[in-house]
């Protein structure tokens, strides 16, 4: 019984991206997934999966893989790699993604550019996705997203980003389009130690999410972070190691309807001599 209930999950998420023209989440990364995916003010390489200007911030070039796993729903489990560089002028940011299994799959590239003007940091990015369903076939796209964060003080920031700006059409019919998503949001640096960030994300024909996190830093290298979010409702924690070069964050997510969610992420820093 416990099988054949998560096969009619499965299968009901499925129809619910073929059908009605949605694509799944591409926030990725374990310190994102940890903040509840409140990432409009978070500055890191994941950020060509989350709030792109993020990535102008990103001083060493750096390269990240990153896992989630859904132990009761494994056709939902989602891989990235993502790396980016600093440039003479911006950076710039290359990422993978991968969604599903054989029944339903997402597949995406994506390349970013963001770029510092005095306080504020603006971003563009191009995403590929294919979709592809057991008995539908395959269809590709391509879609834009664009992304802002200003820094108004050293403890204040405010970010947003539109994700599928284009809204391009997956099928034959006009109103099958990927959906357009709003977000904005605000970060607050509490001393050295003490980060927390919030944000709404609306995508149309949704509910309003409301998301909060917080970091907290100790002994210089390691983190712990936890978070909350709505719509639906799920909590967060998650902790990281950083040490010279290496990092390492791991994050878990708990929502009452589809259970647990594990992401670990691994990334390399190639530091300047």
């Given at each position: 019984m416990?099988?054949?209930?998560?096969?009619?999950?499965?299968?009901?998420?499925?129809?619910?991206?073929?059908?009605?023209?949605?694509?799944?989440?591409?926030?990725?990364?374990?310190r994102?997934?940890?903040?509840?995916?409140?990432?409009?003010?978070?500055?890191?390489?994941?950020?060509?999966?989350?709030?792109?200007?993020?990535?102008?911030?990103?001083?060493?070039?750096?390269?990240?893989?990153?896992?989630?796993?859904?132990?009761?729903?494994?056709?939902?489990?989602?891989?990235?790699?993502?790396?980016?560089?600093?440039?003479?002028?911006?950076?710039?940011?290359?990422?993978?993604?991968?969604?599903?299994?054989?029944?339903?799959?997402?597949?995406?590239?994506t390349?970013?550019?963001?770029?510092?003007?005095?306080?504020?940091?603006?971003?563009?990015?191009?995403?590929?996705?294919?979709?592809?369903?057991?008995g539908?076939?395959?269809?590709?796209?391509?879609?834009?997203?664009?992304?802002?964060?200003?820094?108004?003080?050293?403890?204040?920031?405010?970010?947003?980003h539109?994700?599928?700006?284009?809204?391009?059409?997956?099928?034959?019919?006009?109103?099958?389009?990927?959906?357009?998503i709003?977000?904005?949001?605000?970060?607050?640096k509490?001393?050295?130690?003490?980060?927390?960030?919030?944000?709404?994300?609306?995508?149309?024909?949704?509910k309003?999410?409301?998301?909060?996190?917080?970091?907290?830093?100790?002994?210089?290298?390691?983190?712990?972070?936890?978070?909350?979010?709505t719509?639906?409702?799920?909590g967060?924690?998650?902790?990281?190691?950083?040490?010279?070069?290496?990092?390492?964050?791991?994050?878990?997510?708990?929502?009452?309807?589809?259970?647990?969610?594990h992401?670990?992420?691994?990334?390399?820093?190639?530091?300047?001599?």
């Amino acid at each position: 019984m416990l099988y054949r209930a998560k096969l009619v999950l499965a299968f009901s998420i499925v129809l619910q991206y073929v059908t009605k023209a949605q694509s799944v989440s591409s926030f990725m990364g374990s310190r994102s997934y940890a903040l509840g995916n409140s990432t409009a003010c978070v500055n890191d390489e994941w950020s060509i999966f989350n709030n792109v200007a993020g990535i102008s911030s990103v001083s060493e070039s750096t390269a990240s893989f990153s896992c989630l796993a859904r132990p009761n729903l494994k056709a939902a489990n989602k891989s990235a790699f993502a790396f980016a560089t600093p440039l003479k002028s911006g950076a710039l940011g290359l990422g993978l993604f991968h969604f599903g299994d054989n029944l339903y799959n997402e597949n995406a590239a994506t390349i970013g550019y963001a770029h510092k003007l005095g306080i504020t940091s603006v971003g563009i990015k191009l995403n590929y996705i294919q979709f592809s369903a057991e008995g539908y076939g395959s269809k590709g796209v391509v879609s834009g997203s664009v992304g802002v964060v200003t820094q108004l003080t050293p403890q204040l920031s405010i970010g947003a980003h539109i994700v599928n700006v284009t809204q391009p059409r997956i099928s034959t019919n006009e109103n099958e389009k990927l959906s357009t998503i709003l977000i904005a949001g605000v970060g607050i640096k509490a001393g050295k130690s003490v980060f927390v960030t919030s944000e709404l994300e609306k995508s149309i024909n949704q509910k309003t999410i409301l998301k909060i996190g917080l970091e907290y830093k100790f002994q210089q290298k390691f983190f712990f972070r936890t978070a909350f979010t709505t719509n639906p409702d799920a909590g967060y924690f998650g902790i990281g190691f950083q040490p010279t070069k290496l990092k390492f964050d791991y994050a878990f997510r708990f929502e009452p309807n589809l259970g647990s969610g594990h992401q670990a992420t691994i990334s390399y820093r190639f530091l300047k001599k």
